[in-house]
């Protein structure tokens, strides 16, 4: 079975433009995470998805960031604009959301280098 | 708010020995803990879950214990090898959070040959 996948692996792009992530989480799993992993850091989350709706999205920098999850499955998250700051890896996870202790998976994730 | 430590920051090892790793939390009204495993550039591979129920769980040449009630977990990895070398993150599912999992900021392994 396929784990989590995300796309594209890496991404250089000067401030001020526009970037964006794609996830494509385990079947059947209904929770989806976007974390982010600045270096050295452990990974902080953005935004968990349960189904459609976003239910925790209150560390997302909503001046410049938004996501959608669309039919429930993959997701999206876009940067726009990109400043330096937003270097960094961009993880998306996800787990089952009838289980509370069910085990997470992480896609490679995304490096964003902003320059 | 549900603190996460991880402690050492950073460890040298020889190949062989046996080492433990430490992680601490703050909150410990936990749905389980989670053992990650990252190498450079890429993203976390799950080695253990254990969930709060637990004690420990063991996977190989790894066991990772939990003590809910002091907010402790520890990671044993056994005859350490150099390709046990990466960082180790532990993940913590607080249960006054949903699905949410707060993360330490790792142990950097290096196990030298």
């Known amino acids: 079975e396929a784990g989590v996948v995300q796309s594209p692996r890496y991404k250089i792009i000067e401030k001020k433009q526009p970037v964006a992530f794609w996830c494509n989480p385990i079947s059947g799993h209904n929770t989806l995470y976007w974390y982010r992993q600045n270096l050295g850091q452990g990974p902080e989350l953005l935004i968990r998805y349960e189904n459609e709706e976003a239910v925790d999205d209150s560390q997302l920098p909503k001046d410049r960031f938004s996501a959608e999850r669309l039919k429930g499955v993959d997701s999206t998250l876009k940067i726009q604009p990109a400043e330096l700051g937003d270097s960094a890896v961009y993880l998306c996870?996800?787990?089952?959301?009838?289980?509370?202790?069910?085990?997470?998976?992480f896609g490679q994730g995304t490096r964003l280098t902003v320059v | 708010k549900q603190e996460v430590t991880q402690i050492p920051a950073a460890l040298s090892v020889p190949e062989g020995e046996n080492l433990v790793l430490n992680c601490s939390f703050t909150?410990?009204?936990?749905?389980?803990l989670q053992w990650f495993r990252q190498d450079p550039g890429k993203g976390l591979t799950s080695l253990l879950l254990i969930q709060s129920s637990q004690r420990e769980q063991t996977s190989g040449r790894l066991n990772a214990s939990l003590d809910k009630s002091s907010g402790r977990s520890t990671l044993y990895i056994a005859a350490s090898q150099p390709g046990d070398s990466a960082t180790y993150l532990c993940a913590v599912k607080r249960v006054r959070a949903g699905n949410q999992f707060y993360f330490g900021t790792g142990t950097s392994l290096t196990v030298i040959p």
């Open positions: 996870a996800s787990s089952s959301l009838t289980i509370q202790g069910t085990e997470a998976f």
């Open positions: 909150d410990s009204a936990i749905y389980n």
